[in-house]
């Protein structure tokens, strides 16, 4: 079984930058489509960015220019850099892996963006 774990998150001042990391444990990491989601409070989970195992990008127009999601398939890791945040941003994120018709789920990691 896939686990994955979040890391990064934290308090940002607006404007500011974070990248977060979700780490796989199995090494066929490469056949997975992975994703970022984010939750804010009182609201429901909602799509961020999605890189598929062939390296196609795909993001929310909220976060377009300023977020960029990546894998280093050898470190069965996906990255998610976040530049100019904003306090709408704040939310637990949580990262992704799909594969046909499974999927699985971190931890999430919080991230919080507030002067």
């Known amino acids: 079984q896939v686990q994955l774990v979040e890391s990064g998150g934290g308090l940002v001042q607006p404007g500011g930058s974070l990248r977060l990391s979700c780490a796989a444990s199995?090494?066929?990491?490469?056949?997975?489509?992975m994703s970022w989601y984010h939750q804010a409070p009182g609201k429901q989970r909602e799509l961020v960015a999605a890189?598929?195992?062939?390296?196609?990008?795909n993001y929310a127009d909220s976060v377009k220019g300023r977020f960029t999601i990546s894998r280093d398939n050898a470190k069965n890791t996906v990255y998610l850099q976040m530049n100019s945040l904003n306090p709408e941003d704040t939310a637990v994120y949580f990262c992704?892996?799909?594969?046909?018709?499974?999927?699985?789920w971190g931890q999430g990691t919080q991230v919080t963006v507030s002067s």
């Open positions: 199995k090494s066929i990491f490469s056949i997975y489509d």
């Open positions: 992704n892996a799909r594969y046909l018709s499974w999927n699985t």
């Open positions: 890189i598929t195992s062939g390296g196609t990008t």
